[in-house]
């Protein structure tokens, strides 16, 4: 259970404090129906971390789309970054990321690697009309970078949110790991019934839990070094 200004959350209104908002008009930017998932979109970039030949961690940069954005802030009326009110937003925000385990997955060998419950780091920026929030995904035990793939994704389970990157370029490794290190970016093809069954979806539905809806539309990013 997650808590907002002191009271119990449900996972649905988790994501609607990530998106901050049910994003209606959304769907008249994006051609999509009104009634549409997602409802909300961010654009993400990533820095891989490493330390003594290990990943450490991913630096998540996130930008909201300009209607999520505004909600975001009009809870902050005219604070300023500094001030406490958008330090106790960004918070709120965090907590909401952290509580669904920073929406994020990474596997090797078909095995899940662990992440610590708190970022080292995170920030909560306004970049024109668009919100930011950049945190960074520290892993408990860092793997060595040789060996099999590393491979980890990033999405909503509902689909209420739709987060992707814009090209294999959004990823980023250290210059020093360039020449022995490649990044590959997948991103899948769902089958028209099941892009049909997610347009379906009004705001207050959720997909059936067994059909992962999110996972099928997240893009896959491979970490292969020698």
């Known amino acids: 259970m997650l808590y907002h200004n002191g009271r119990d959350i449900s996972y649905n209104e988790s994501l609607r404090l990530l998106s901050v908002g049910v994003l209606l008009a959304a769907a008249g930017i994006f051609s999509r129906p009104a009634y549409a998932h997602p409802h909300s979109f961010i654009d993400m970039k990533t820095d891989i971390q490493t330390q003594d030949d290990r990943l450490t961690g991913l630096k998540m940069t996130w930008t909201m789309d300009e209607i999520t954005s505004a909600d975001v802030f009009y809870d902050a009326g005219d604070a300023k970054p500094d001030s406490v009110t958008w330090k106790k937003l960004a918070a709120e925000i965090m907590a909401n990321v952290l509580g669904q385990h920073y ?3 990474v596997y090797r060998d078909g095995k899940a690697v662990k992440f610590d419950n708190l970022p080292t780091e995170y920030h909560l920026e306004r970049v024109g009309l668009k919100a930011r929030l950049m945190f960074v995904l ?3 035990h860092p793997p060595r970078l040789e060996g099999a793939p590393i491979v980890f994704s990033t999405f909503d389970p509902t689909y209420f949110v739709d987060m992707t990157y814009d090209g294999k370029q959004a990823i980023s490794l250290p210059a020093a790991l360039a020449p022995r290190c490649g990044i590959d970016l997948a991103t899948p093809a769902p089958n028209a019934s099941l892009q049909q069954y997610a347009l379906s ?6 997909p059936q839990a067994d059909m992962a809806l999110g996972k099928q539309f997240a893009q896959r990013v ?3 070094c020698r």
Request: glycine share 0%.
């Open 222 to 224: 491979t970490l292969q």
């Open 201 to 206: 979806l009004d705001k207050a539905d959720a």
């Open 103 to 105: 929406f994020t997955e």
């Open 138 to 140: 520290p892993l408990a």
